[in-house]
């Protein structure tokens, strides 16, 4: 009996539908509060529906972004685009849950060192989730990390990303700008980012591997012009 052959325009047809359920975001939005409902005076199956909606998009530990600049009081000002880590809900506040802020930076890229370590509370239209906690109910692959495949590069913010490099001569220079004040980062590319502490001197993009004596020279050429002692 011969078996019926599949096309390839077939295979390919199943292959994308499987990729689209891996892939998309499951992650539903947050619920819409009923007209006429104020937030002191809430439905109790608003304020059910609210904290199930919070308890599985923001459980403790989960690594968050503001989507908008924050103010709080006693001269707390959280940027957007800040990061921070969940510590739990708020007693009380079904929309709420509070935050440990662990990098914030100004529009020039210096952080803020008055922001960092500071607790508050922020609400959940005002962050999202860098790991989505609903995506393993879908069946997507999360592997030893318990995180899909594609959130493994979120779990730590930028202010923690490693600027370790397999050259030691690189890493001995790296080094010595962190502890002249330096900022340095690894971008997403791969590449090197060093800040200055001095914010009229431009910010240096270099390899994280340069690939011979000459180009580390360069790069310690091109810190030395904004005030590198090395």
């Avoid at 077939?10 to 359920?21: D, E, F, I």
């Avoid at 904290?51 to 972004?65: K, L, V, Y």
């Avoid at 690894?186 to 390899?207: E, N, Q, Y």
């Amino acid at each position: 009996m011969m078996r019926a052959r599949t096309s390839r325009r077939a295979k390919k047809r199943r292959t994308s539908r499987a990729r689209r359920r891996v892939t998309r975001n499951p992650a539903p939005p947050m619920p819409r509060r009923p007209a006429g409902e104020s937030l002191f005076s809430l439905s109790p199956s608003y304020r059910g529906k609210i904290r199930s909606w919070m308890d599985r998009t923001f459980p403790p530990g989960t690594p968050i972004a503001t989507l908008t600049e924050l103010d709080y009081i006693g001269n707390i000002t959280v940027p957007q685009g800040a990061r921070g880590a969940v510590d739990g809900p708020i007693n009380g506040d079904e929309e709420s849950v509070w935050v440990t802020i662990v990098d914030a930076r100004d529009p020039s890229g210096y952080p803020l060192s008055h922001v960092v370590g500071q607790r508050v509370g922020m609400r959940g239209k005002d962050m999202k989730p860098l790991v989505d906690h609903w995506a393993g109910a879908q069946g997507s692959p999360m592997g030893r990390h318990h995180l899909p495949r594609s959130q493994r590069s979120w779990m730590k913010p930028n202010a923690r990303r490693t600027s370790r490099s397999s050259n030691r001569d690189l890493q001995q220079l790296v080094d010595a700008a962190e502890a002249q004040g330096w900022v340095v980062e690894k971008t997403r590319s791969g590449h090197l980012k060093w800040i200055p502490p001095d914010p009229s001197m431009t910010f240096v993009i270099s390899a994280s591997s340069p690939s011979d004596r000459r180009a580390l020279k360069n790069i310690r050429s091109r810190l030395r012009q904004r005030g590198l002692a090395a």
